[in-house]
């Protein structure tokens, strides 16, 4: 597919830069793509792991929405019927419409959505070097964390070429014939001093 997917652009004339001689044979690409990591690298069928035991918790399953409502709105109802009846002393009257007003001004000020986990841990361990990463306004009144989100999408590319050249490091270390079952710690190691992009690592 990667083939016919160049040779059909080469077609269309969009680059000026290849021709059909250049692109590589369908073997070479298969062979590039198994040494980088980007293919499985063995044809066996996979087999679905057995189901875990949650320390002997039954699980259960529905087969319709319908179901599962039906089964949450019990699950609530016998958690709010009580047997006993509890006195409740009230300290104080809140005006709710007050405060939802205030609330929805506020968030019309400024509106900074949640981040993910991954966003979090980027701003703690930014925080830890004294770095404070604040959110960016992308439109008025309307903030993104960018930063985070740039610095988590280097950390996945930088990640995904690492473990792309340590599989052709493993194939080889087998001869460049084999399929290695595993990366090794020494397969990184080798890949980190042997490529410019990573030698910042070896500081």
């Known amino acids: 597919m990667v083939r016919t ?3 059909n652009l080469l077609n269309k004339k969009i680059s000026s830069h290849l021709n059909v001689d250049s692109v590589w044979s369908r073997k070479a690409i298969m062979s590039w793509c198994r040494k980088n990591g980007f293919v499985p690298m063995t044809s066996e069928k996979m087999t679905l792991l057995p189901e875990p035991k949650w320390s002997g918790i ?3 399953s529905v087969t319709s ?6 089964t949450l709105k019990e699950e609530n109802n016998s958690k709010l019927v009580s047997s006993d009846d509890e006195e409740i002393e009230i300290v104080e009257v809140v005006n709710k419409a007050k405060q939802v007003l205030n609330n929805q001004t506020q968030l019309q000020a400024s509106h900074i959505p949640h981040l993910n986990e991954a966003a979090i841990y980027v701003k703690e361990v930014a925080s830890q070097i004294n770095v404070n990463l604040k959110p960016i306004e992308i439109e008025p009144c309307i903030y993104a964390p960018a930063i985070e989100e740039m610095i988590l999408a280097a950390c996945k590319a930088l990640a995904s070429d690492l473990i792309g050249s340590a599989v052709n490091e493993g ?6 014939k084999l399929c290695p079952e595993e990366i090794t710690v020494s397969d990184v190691y080798s890949t980190i001093m042997k490529t410019p992009q990573f030698d910042f690592l070896t500081n």
């Open 58 to 60: 039954e699980l259960c």
């Open 65 to 70: 929405a319908d179901d599962l409502l039906s």
């Open 171 to 176: 194939y080889n270390r087998l001869g460049g």
């Open 5 to 7: 997917a160049i040779l």
